[in-house]
């Protein structure tokens, strides 16, 4: 049987941080962040047992996409979306036609851990060494591979099990994030 594990729960605040964050030192569009996102996220969850921001990932045809992320950006940009952090990502982010991603304003990093800024930095040294194509290509990995087309003309959900499943050794990780007490003795 496989496991299904979801991700915990969506945290905005840290999600608009970890965007801002990205957007305002990388200076690109909203596609190679949302890769960087993915890149971070998986990192931290091989190193640090969960993603950043607790995003739950959709594989859509251009990759793996953070959905709460994506949708905050979404609302940013003037679409009608009932997410939360809806006002605080209209205040901080600018996301014109071309995509173009800009922070508007001084943004509160202490939401981020120093784990969370770790797996960033690599994000955004990754893309600063190799570019945003490559970015894009590593984003394009084995857990979007396994569930892209699944659902035509729909995002279907990329499982932690499945992005677990691309690290060297997922056993440890994935026993660990099935235990519903971590850390007690049995």
């Known amino acids: 049987m ?13 999600a608009i941080a970890a965007i801002a964050y990205l957007a305002d030192r990388a200076k690109t569009t909203l596609y190679p962040v949302m890769k960087m996102m993915y890149l ?19 594989a859509m045809p251009e990759g793996p996409v953070p959905k709460g992320s994506y949708n905050l950006v979404k609302a940013a940009r003037g679409e009608q979306l009932a997410v939360p952090g809806r006002e605080q990502a209209m205040e901080v982010f600018a996301c014109g036609a071309d995509h173009a991603l800009r922070v508007r304003m001084a ?6 851990s120093r784990s ?16 945003k194509d490559v970015v894009v290509k590593d984003a394009h990995d084995a857990a979007w591979e396994k569930v ?30 099935s235990d519903p007490n971590p850390g007690t003795a049995n």
């Open 40 to 58: 971070a996220d998986r990192m931290h969850l091989e190193r640090y047992g969960r993603f950043i921001a607790g995003d739950a990932y959709v």
């Open 116 to 131: 969370d800024i770790e797996c960033l930095d690599w994000a955004l040294d990754h893309m600063k060494r190799n570019g």
């Open 2 to 14: 496989a496991i299904e594990l979801a991700p915990k729960t969506f945290e905005p605040e840290k």
């Open 107 to 112: 943004v509160d990093y202490d939401e981020l």
């Open 148 to 177: 892209r087309g699944m659902h035509p003309g729909k995002a279907p959900a990329m499982s932690i099990a499945a992005i677990a499943a691309t690290f060297a050794n997922p056993k440890p990780l994935l026993a660990h994030l």
